[in-house]
């Protein structure tokens, strides 16, 4: 028995050293980014991102807690603009500043986590034309800690945080939505939290509604609000919650 203890434990042994080892190799740094060309000038999509009051319509980290505390502060967009949220497990705390705005080009802003893990990266919006689209280009880099090496070993760290890139890119000018379902077994009842969508024409907002609502029920009826040209909320035919927004004019 004890020979048996002794020969688990060198493995296990040999094991950790091989990861420990493994790890030292990986990068001193890190970048992952993502691109994606949307069907709008830059001066539409510019300020979604110059302003961390916006985030909520289009950043995929801001429906995973519908209990999250924000605070704003500095400017109030655009270089000097400070963000902090406090949330759970799923978001953890943190605090962003936007360190460099150039309209309507490039955005760089200082990101620093201090939960679950503390960590102190740059991320960067640019915007350059090509058309009658827009090629945007979100990118995180930073310093990569042993520990973020050794998660490393086991998790694809570009394709983890690169899906959440390619599904906020996908937002910006309110006419794409990227999503994943799962199997009949996986399935869970959505519950806290609602899909915005944002639409600039409120004939086009209504219309998206009704089909929304088609085979759903009606939570608030799309009309004219005292914050927009057009607002409605509903549960579509699968049980998913959604607003539909038609902002008023200068908002």
Known sequence: MLKAIAIIAIVLAVGIAGVLAFALTKPDTFRVERSLAVKAPPGAIYPQVADFHRWTAWSPYEGRDPEMKRTFGGAAAGKGATYAWDGNNNVGA?????????????????????????????????????????????????????????????????????????????LPDGSVLMASDAPPEHFHKPQ?????????????????????????????????????KGFGMCVDKFGIPWMVNCPAQGV
């Open 94 to 170: 943190g605090h962003m500043e936007i360190l460099e705005a150039n309209p309507v080009s490039k955005i760089r802003i200082k990101l620093d986590f201090e939960r679950p893990f503390e960590g102190h990266n740059t991320a960067e919006f640019t915007f350059v034309p090509q058309g009658d689209a827009t090629l945007v280009t979100w990118a995180m880099s930073g310093p990569a800690p042993f520990l973020s090496k050794v998660m490393q070993v086991f998790i694809n760290m570009d394709s983890m945080i690169g899906k959440d890139f390619e599904a906020g890119l996908a």
């Open 192 to 228: 806290g939290f609602s899909i915005s969508l944002t639409v600039k024409d409120t004939e086009e907002g209504e219309r998206k509604f009704n089909a929304l609502a088609d085979g759903g029920s009606v939570t608030m009826p799309f009309s004219k609000t005292f914050w927009a």
